[in-house]
């Protein structure tokens, strides 16, 4: 617990989610479980699970370099990361030019002529071009993107320096200078309407118009899927770029169900007399 919590504070240390007892444990088991677990220290003292990346029996840097790898767990509506990538310019030039990587070669030796198109690894992972290798990947990210509300990581500054130091082994500078000026607005916007939704959603608990457990109203389940999908979506595409997931996947649902909240609260508010 310790060691996760340096990590993403407040992750671990903290009541299960509420729709953890409503869907079940059966789902946890056999779904939630099977990505989080990847980082669980071991009874020798070990942290991680080598295999879910490397595979078992033929271990291969070869297979940890592959998107998809990272995409068994990356993926989907709550953390599109694999969608995100496969629509990237990085993801096009991946799938059309795989077969000319060096995806073999030996991390302390990865130089740009092996990897002159970057998949997750690269980015978040791999010392290319004599650069630091590390198998913590959230070492290079300045946000708890997969907040809620998206605060700055502690090491904010050295994170955002070492990413774009892997970035300008291809680019000038300029280019990941601009992503994350625009990407950082994606951010500060995106906390603003998550924010709206949830004091609009915490008012109506609070006056008494709706009410129950977690996850028993449906305004519930629209404040979830706004901040919880959309939300980390438009952050994650903004910084990824996958502009699609920007706008059409995150910033017009997060419009869409913001409307659909206020809506579902003037009608509450009609049913129970016109409470303010």
Known sequence: MSFSETYQPGGTRRPAHPFVQAEGSSAMTSGCEQCHSIGKPNPDGTIGTCT?????????????????????CHLGPDHSQMEIYEESKHGLMFAAQEKLLNLDAEPDKLTTRDMFV????????????????????????????????????????????????????????????????????????????????????????????????????????????????????????????????VQWHGNYPMLRKTVELKAMAEELRREHGGKK
């Not at 879910?52 to 068994?72: D, E, F, K, L, Y």
């Not at 500078?173 to 992503?179: C, Y």
């Open 52 to 72: 879910n990346c490397h595979t078992r029996h033929t271990s291969s840097v070869a297979i940890a370099r592959m998107p998809r790898t990272c995409g068994q």
């Open 118 to 245: 970057p998949t997750c690894a690269t980015c978040h992972m791999s010392g290319l071009n004599g650069l630091g290798v590390t198998h913590d990947p959230s070492e290079r990210l300045s946000y708890y993107l997969a907040n809620a509300i998206s605060t700055k990581r502690p090491n904010y500054a050295q994170a955002q320096a070492k990413m774009k130091q892997v970035c300008t082994q291809c680019h000038t500078a300029d280019i990941p200078n601009r992503v994350y000026e625009q990407a950082e607005k994606v951010v500060e916007t995106t906390n603003q309407r998550v924010s709206e939704a949830k004091t609009l959603v915490d008012g109506l608990r609070s006056q008494g118009l709706i009410s129950g457990p977690p996850f028993s109203q449906p305004a519930d389940f629209v404040y979830f899927d706004l901040w919880h999908y959309d939300g980390r979506t438009a952050k994650h595409g903004a910084f990824m770029g996958g502009a699609d997931f």
